[in-house]
Every structure is written in structure tokens, then in C-alpha cells.
């Protein structure tokens, strides 16, 4: 079990449009989601963590008018990029936490490849 | 700083060799020490995790760790390599009673025939 959906797992769009990534975990309800941002050859990098119901908390320098986070239901986030630019070009990654309590356990999606022209 | 490294960036072993990646944090107090492989176009797997007690955790696909407080340190070893294992392997930390991980910049295992 903890499988943990990502969609889609490359876009590419241009430059000024939105985007929009879905992260399901199919076999579990995750009160927690977090979205993180790895650029090549570095480490992921969190991006904002999301709770069911509530507004994502986002890290420091991360803008939320344009990474826009939804986690509307137990199995459901979305990450959608507003108004897209070529430095907004990444590798996007979703994980869903399993069980409440400080010992959680994060299970990943497989990513999203986004190529803004 | 909170911080994660990883200091191999690349690593390349022959198949049936052993394997040791190196983790080390710099935390103040002992944080849940977990590690990951990612596969190319697949998510991040778990590994193997410690949040308290053995110092010496079992994983899945024969993977081990241990945990080094002294060190401040959690390498991840196996005995003996598979060709299958070629992916990159991330360590990530939580410190205690967060929800949050930091991640080290990762270590790309080769595996030679």
C-alpha cells in the first residue's frame, strides 16, 4: 500500500499560461501533502506542505500567487503554476503523509517534468 | 544551519561488490533519519527508516543502515550488489517532532557488470 499518484508526468507550456499538477494518493487518506521543487543534480527542495481543508504553509522565498496549492479532499492535492516562465522550468515532486503524529512517513509521487518555452 | 550531506555525488561498484553510502546532519538533538532511491521517470521509494531504538535498521531489497550518534551519521550499506540497484539514493532527515524533511543532494550509484 501508499501509492501515491502524480499527474501529469511532463507538460510542456508557454510562457504566460498556468499549469496545473495533481498528486492522488490512491490507497490511503493523507492529512498531509507537501509539494517539493529538484532542479538537475540537486536535492529536493520543499516547497510548501499542505494540510486537508487548509491553506498550504509555504517555505521561505517560495511565491503562493504563483505556486497556488489545493488539497480539497483526503486524497486529493493540486500544485498549479500561474502564469508559467522558463525559470519556473523544474522537476515538481508530491508526497502524501500516512498517518498522523510526528513520525510520519512521506510516500512520493513519480513527478512532474514542467518545460515552460 | 540545518543541513544534510551527502558527499559522494557519484558512486560506481562492480555487481556483488559491497555497497556503504555516507549521510551525515548537523542537528542539535537526534532527528527520524530515513533514505529513498529514485529510479529514473519513478518516485522517490523508502528505504528504510529510524525514528528510535537498534541503531543498526533493516530495510527492503537487503538495504541496512545505522545509525551513528557520535558521528552524527547514517550510512546505508549492503552486502552485495545487484545491477538493479543503479538509481540515485537520497538521505532525508526530520527533525524531531516535525513533519518536514531535508534532503542531501543525493548520491547516483553505477553498478558494473
Known amino acids: 500500500g501508499a501509492v501515491v499518484s502524480q499527474h501529469p508526468s511532463w507538460v510542456i507550456c508557454k510562457s504566460g499560461t498556468s499549469v496545473k499538477i495533481e498528486c492522488r494518493s490512491l490507497d490511503f487518506q493523507a492529512t498531509t501533502m507537501f509539494w517539493y521543487r529538484q532542479f538537475p543534480k540537486q536535492s529536493l527542495m520543499l516547497m510548501a506542505t499542505s494540510n486537508e481543508g487548509s491553506k498550504a504553509t509555504y517555505e521561505q522565498g517560495v511565491e503562493k500567487d504563483k505556486f497556488l496549492i489545493n488539497h480539497a479532499s483526503l486524497t486529493l492535492s493540486t500544485l498549479t503554476v500561474t502564469s508559467a516562465h522558463p525559470e519556473d522550468s523544474s522537476f515538481y515532486i508530491c508526497s502524501a503523509s500516512k498517518g498522523g503524529g510526528a513520525k510520519n512517513i512521506q510516500y512520493f509521487g513519480a513527478g512532474t517534468r514542467l518545460s515552460v518555452l | 544551519a540545518q543541513s544534510v550531506t551527502q558527499p559522494d555525488i557519484h558512486i560506481t561498484v562492480s555487481e556483488g561488490a559491497s555497497l556503504e553510502l555516507r549521510c551525515n546532519y548537523s542537528?542539535?538533538?537526534?532527528?527520524?533519519l530515513f533514505w529513498y532511491v529514485q529510479s529514473p521517470g519513478q518516485g522517490l521509494q523508502l528505504l528504510l527508516k529510524y525514528f528510535s531504538g537498534d541503531t543498526l535498521v533493516q530495510g527492503i531489497k537487503g538495504f541496512e543502515a545505522e545509525f551513528k550518534r557520535s558521528q552524527s551519521s547514517f550510512n546505508l550499506r549492503k552486502p552485495s550488489v545487484h545491477w538493479s540497484d543503479a538509481a540515485e539514493y537520497f538521505c532525508a532527515v526530520a527533525p524531531s517532532g516535525t513533519y518536514k524533511y531535508i534532503f542531501g543532494t543525493g548520491t547516483r550509484l553505477k553498478v558494473l557488470a
Open positions: 542537528y542539535g538533538a537526534t532527528p527520524y
